[in-house]
């Protein structure tokens, strides 16, 4: 890491003490309050390159602001006594966010926002910290943020938390998207899968001129083969939904740091009713491509899911109607990794049934990689699967993958650790074939679909391993014979020495 990323993640950390000492103690809050200061800093960046612009070309420019001298400018307010400040902020420049229409899906969020920070040392000591971080420099403000979500160590009320960024990548280079699909995530959370899809484009779409050296030798992607379908990426390539307001502001944050401008991330239940009348593009056969790791648990409100949900598996259970959903927002042909509990592979309830018959007879299921049960912790000890599938077509063999270890200790510390199975369940996926891949015994195998119809599609990778039998040889009765005698003859020989100690 480069001496400037290690300075600026300390900044990050001193500024997170200072919000907790100041009274501000929820992590979301936080990381709301600090987003908001970073878009009223990057809206008078953006303004500022408008304007230059604009001189250059003559032509006229209708800004954000009020010219140069604005106080709701970051530039301006910026050097105001800690007291001034507080009061231009709380009262002009939430007001100004509010009227904000258009431009950015950030505006959107806007509505609703409000300055939760009172103290005006606070608030001082937040912009001088706020000004000096890069976020005008590509990856450095990704990162940066990601510093900042890393400290999100609590589960939401409805059961979503983020998924490590480790476990994204390894799901986003199963399904290996291209820069023509479109993208979505039904409940997207802080926008995780999203921002590692574009990630991954970038890293897989730079050429050996776009690839440039950072100052401690780290590879930085420019993403330069991108440029054809830069307008995809920026407005229509990807789509979040999620029904908690800050989760939204933080997601459309992350994907505007790593360089989406306008990406469309809604206020929505995707299991409700409303999906389909608001969304019907995306609700149905609208994406190529869904990443998702979707609640496992959470208030459901029955009489509000859509039928076409309910019709596909009768339950309450979020985890089932979420694999349904998916399902449903695919195109033909469309791929999905999507995380679930370890009961949705096994449970016997009809739902459970219906649903893994549904994925194997209806659809293409290709695979099932287990993952150990501390890759949530500290939020949850669940344990999980990956589930590889498309929509349409027909299961021949799946591929089912053992994962050990994932590179971290799967304590609530979750420190690296060198054992990590990920780099090998990604190349064993990539070369797999139902030939070469018969072992059973092994911690990877393909297992033919009449098999799995015969065993009530049940899924759970143990229902098909086979364990390791091995050939334990023993010496002839004769010589186990001499050796017993031997040891006794021995051991009466030490109980004479004790009887005459004695």
């Not at 009274?23 to 009223?40: D, K, R, Y």
């Not at 050429?207 to 330069?224: R, V």
Request: aromatic share 8%.
């Amino acid at each position: 890491m480069s001496n400037l990323m290690s300075q600026v993640k300390n900044d990050v950390d001193k500024l997170w003490t200072e919000f907790w000492t100041g009274g501000i103690t929820n992590p979301l809050t936080v990381i709301e309050q600090i987003s908001f200061l970073m878009f009223a800093r990057m809206l008078d960046v953006m303004e500022t390159t408008a304007e230059r612009k604009a001189e250059r070309t003559k032509k006229p420019f209708v800004g954000r602001f009020n010219g140069k001298d604005d106080p709701r400018r970051w530039k301006n307010f910026k050097q105001l006594p800690a007291n001034e400040m507080l009061r231009v902020v709380r009262d002009e420049v939430f007001a100004h966010f509010r009227k904000l229409n258009g431009g950015t899906t950030f505006a959107e969020y806007m509505q609703d926002a409000q300055l939760m920070i009172q103290k005006p040392n606070l608030l001082a000591s937040a912009v001088i910290m706020i000004d000096r971080l890069p976020i005008t420099e590509g990856d450095a403000k990704g990162d940066l943020y990601e510093h900042l979500l890393g400290k999100l160590t609590t589960a939401g009320i409805n059961g979503q938390f983020r998924t490590p960024r480790h476990i994204i990548r390894f799901m986003v280079e199963l399904l290996e998207p291209k820069p023509t699909d479109t993208i979505g995530d039904p409940a997207c959370g802080t926008a995780g899968f999203l921002v590692g899809a574009m990630q991954y484009l970038v890293e897989t779409h730079t050429s050996a001129k776009g690839k440039l050296k950072g100052e401690n030798g780290e590879p930085i992607y420019t993403g330069d083969l991108l440029e054809p379908y830069r307008d995809h990426i920026q407005n229509g390539m990807f789509h979040g939904f999620d029904f908690d307001a800050t989760m939204l502001r933080i997601a459309s944050m992350n994907l505007m740091l790593h360089g989406v401008d306008n990406p469309e991330i809604h206020y929505q239940d995707t299991l409700s009713n409303s999906f389909p009348e608001k969304f019907a593009k995306q609700a149905t056969g609208g994406f190529d491509v869904v990443l998702a790791n979707p609640p496992f648990k959470g208030s459901l409100d029955e009489g509000d899911v859509h039928p076409s949900l309910t019709q596909a598996v009768k339950t309450k259970k979020t985890e089932l109607l979420f694999v349904a959903l998916i399902l449903r927002m695919l195109k033909k042909g469309g791929r999905s990794a999507t995380i679930v509990p370890d009961g949705v592979l096994f449970g016997s309830s009809k739902a459970h049934t219906a649903l893994r018959t549904m994925l194997v007879k209806d659809n293409q299921l290709e695979a099932v990689i287990s993952l150990p049960s501390g890759v949530f912790k500290p939020y949850a000890g669940v344990s999980t699967a990956v589930l590889v599938f498309s929509k349409g077509g027909k299961t021949d063999h799946v591929f089912f993958y053992d994962v050990g270890a994932d590179g971290f200790s799967l304590d609530d510390k979750r420190e690296p650790v060198g054992e990590n199975d990920l780099p090998d369940a990604l190349e064993r996926w990539r070369k797999r074939s139902a030939k070469k891949d018969a072992d059973r015994t092994a911690n990877h195998f393909m297992v033919p679909v009449k098999e799995i119809e015969a065993k009530d599609f049940d899924l759970s990778l143990n229902r098909y391993k086979e364990a390791k039998h091995e050939e334990v040889t023993y010496d002839p009765p004769k010589t186990i014979l001499t050796e017993l005698r031997k040891l006794e003859s021995e051991i009466a020989k030490e109980l004479s020495e004790l009887e005459t100690m004695l």
